[in-house]
């Protein structure tokens, strides 16, 4: 009877440390179910006991597609890798496999989501209103040179009409002066005929 009861004790005691043995997460980088407000540039995971070389993890999108990481590397207890492009905002699934000190294979996974501000983006197309209005500076004043280019020849021509229209109004003016120069010419020679038919 006495050996039975050791026996059972034996196992009690046994039971709970095979138990502990197994590997578990103890902490991670971002943590469970953790909003971050910027995008992680690496992603830790440390366990209770030490973890094999082959170990690794692969992070998931909300669509279930996989983000690239980098090399997954194993020191110890601890698990990391970067992720070498930022994540948009949304929740993201951390699985992770990994082989325990007592052999044993054991597969877990976690979420955390990216909530990042996104002022940096709403002040792009604010800083980008200067440069389309200087673009447009230069299309207003090519637009207007034509224009005056086109003016200045009906300018430049003004004074030739009235270059033109002086030469006509003096050409008229002599032809009438000689005009009246003639009449008076025939008229002093009919008043002198005249004259010399009454002394006849």
Known sequence: MKRIILIMLAVIWLVPGAAFAH????????????????????????????IEKLSTFKLLNAAGEQIA??????????????????????????????IGADGHAIEGDYSFTVNAPETAATEQPASASPSLESSSTPDATA??????????????????????????GKDS????????????????????AAARKRKK
Do not use: C, H, R
């Open 23 to 50: 590997s578990k997460i103890e902490q991670s980088t971002p943590a469970v179910d953790e909003t971050v407000t910027a995008s992680p540039s690496q992603i830790t995971l440390s366990f209770n006991t030490d």
């Open 69 to 98: 990481t980098d090399e997954v590397t194993v020191d110890g207890k601890t698990m990391s890798g970067a992720v070498p492009t930022a994540l948009e905002n949304g929740i993201y699934t951390l699985k992770w496999a990994i």
């Open 143 to 168: 637009t207007e040179s034509p224009a005056l280019e086109t003016a200045s020849p009906a300018a430049s021509a003004s004074p030739t009409a009235d270059t033109a229209t002086q030469t006509e």
């Open 173 to 192: 003016s002599s032809t009438t002066s000689v005009i009246i120069i003639v009449v008076v010419i025939l008229l002093i020679a009919v008043i002198a």
